[in-house]
């Protein structure tokens, strides 16, 4: 069993800044991180799975321990698969915890070896959110400092298709 890896799941549509800022944290104490672009049935995805990846792998090429990866199905499934038990996932406010013990009981009951670590967001990503973002961005709005540039760039390609045909 691997103790020192870890899985950083989520939809990722799209990965903002305060994502990763949980990798960059993460890449100092654990010693590899599989990001895992996952399903979540609840939401309908502006990014395909194949763009989100290689969105992340870009924005995440300058840390050696992290690796990008994606999975249909149930989560403790892949974990098993891969020899991990540890799953990490950010916590941006209180009303975050519901959600997040939900699934990491339900995790727990499905498999009781699987472990789920929070980190606290950082106080200056605690308000965004990937919805939100989308929503700014096709509105017209500039989502500069909650994504990195390339996601941006993706997203208006995405949201605003007009202004792609105008250039
Ligand atoms: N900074 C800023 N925003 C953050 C953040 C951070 N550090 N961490 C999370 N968020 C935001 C995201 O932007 C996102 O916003 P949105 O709701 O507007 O889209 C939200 O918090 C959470 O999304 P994300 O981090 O992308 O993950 P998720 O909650 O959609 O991921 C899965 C859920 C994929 C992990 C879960 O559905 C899963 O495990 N699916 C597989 C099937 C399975 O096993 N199901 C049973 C689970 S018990």
């Known amino acids: ?6 899985v950083y799941p989520g939809s990722f ?15 100092g104490i ?9 399903h979540n049935s609840s939401k309908k995805t502006t990014l395909s799975t194949k763009e989100r990846v290689s969105l992340i792998v870009e924005v995440t090429k300058d840390y050696t321990n992290v690796e990008v990866e994606s999975f249909n199905g149930l989560l403790v499934d892949y974990i098993r698969k891969k020899g991990v038990r540890t799953i990490l996932r950010g916590m941006r406010c209180h009303s975050d915890f519901e959600y997040e013990l939900q699934m990491a009981t339900a995790n727990k009951l499905m498999d009781k070896e699987v472990e789920t670590l929070f980190m606290v967001t950082e106080s ?8 939100l973002i989308k929503e700014i961005i096709s509105l017209g709005g500039s989502a ?5 540039a390339v996601v941006e ?10 202004e792609k045909r105008r250039k």
Request: no cysteine; hydrophobic share 40%; charged share 25%.
């Open 30 to 38: 654990f010693e590899k991180i599989i990001i895992l672009v996952g």
């Open 124 to 131: 200056q990503f605690s308000h965004i959110s990937s919805s």
């Open 1 to 6: 069993m691997n103790k020192t890896t870890v």
């Open 13 to 27: 549509d799209p990965f903002t800044e305060g994502h990763l800022n949980i990798i960059a944290r993460a890449a």
């Open 144 to 148: 500069k400092g909650f994504v990195p």
């Open 153 to 162: 760039k993706k997203l208006i390609e995405k949201l605003r298709p007009e």
